[in-house]
């Protein structure tokens, strides 16, 4: 069987051995993030000479690489995040997908690696939630999180960019983020994300890897999140691991640092963003100095804060703890009505539950 609706046509292999429905109805009834996995996942190679070749939705295994793949060695590699959701009126859908492709290529460009067209990209999102579509989760905030990546698979231990990679992408049920709570975010002065001219604007592994031990530094410190600050001058904010950070502050403005190719341009903050402007709130992209943060939250200037990202959605932030101190917005623990007007917002359109003004909704079946 196959596709014939893009240039490059995907075989499709059923799994042999398919989840029986009871103990998928248990798997997804509360998955743990990133645990739990469906039955299929689409793979497409490319070579150079070649091209993009052998696209096919199949089962998910484990698949033998050698271990001289680029990958393995110099972090050739490259990823998206996004969410299949099954909409109030029955069918799924996925959230401004072409986004997600078009980031894609970007970040394949900073790491040197071939270009995926958009178009498999897109079809080889689809065709996986179409063939897993009994993965996607019914209930509020549940989703089936989609998993698209790139690694470099060229067998070589030479430091060149690869000349052979691997396409994939794989999902999972996931719950939503309930707790109605709000984090504490550790400002880390030990760590820096990304430097001018590198690649923090680029979603990769290599960037994760490095963050790790900050996020690892917040929890000792009693924190739930790190906030990374600028390299040069470590004065102004940027991002969290892996979610953009927006503030609040009493004139109704929601500011956001702006994206100069240090900070992850996310899917979410954009949306927000825009649906901000729609609610008559003003928006600013301009450089948050971290003092002023904290005197503002002393001052009440500063009202409210929450971190975004695909994964959480918006994660409304309670405090910021640093050596010198503690920012605190409300009583630490109670989500600011904006924060939680746009998360209602963008999660009713995500959800069908509302229409949706900029078309940002993509009809899988
Ligand atoms: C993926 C990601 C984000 C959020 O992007 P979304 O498109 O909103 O999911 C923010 N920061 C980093 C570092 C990321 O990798």
Known sequence: MASESVALPFTIEPTTAPTP?????DLIANPAFGRVFSDHMAMVRYSE??????????????FPIDPAAAV???????????????????????????????RFQASAARMAMAALPQDIFMTAVDELVRIDRDWVPTGEGKSLYLRPFMIATEVFLGVKPASEYLFMVIACPVAGYFGSGCVSVWVSDAYTRAAPGGTGAAKCGGNYAASL???????THGCDQVLFLDSREQRYVEEMGGMNVMFLRDD????????TGTILPGITRDAILRLARDQGLTVEEAPVAIDEVFEGAATGRYREAFACGTAAVISPIGSFRRTQGEAVFGDGKTP????????????????GRTNDPHGWVHMIG
Request: hydrophobic share 35%.
């Open 213 to 219: 031990i900050a996020q690892r530094d917040s929890q």
């Open 49 to 62: 000479g070649r091209g993009w070749h052998d696209a096919r939705i199949t089962a998910r295994k484990p």
């Open 72 to 102: 393995l060695h110099y972090g050739q590699e490259v990823f998206e995040g996004m969410k299949a959701y099954r909409l109030e009126s029955g069918g799924i859908a996925t959230f401004r997908p072409e986004e997600n492709a078009r």
């Open 336 to 351: 600011g009505p904006v924060t939680l007007a746009l998360k209602k917002t963008l999660t009713d359109i995500q959800a």
């Open 21 to 25: 429905a009871d103990h998928r109805a």
């Open 252 to 259: 109704n403005t929601l500011v956001t640092p702006p994206l």
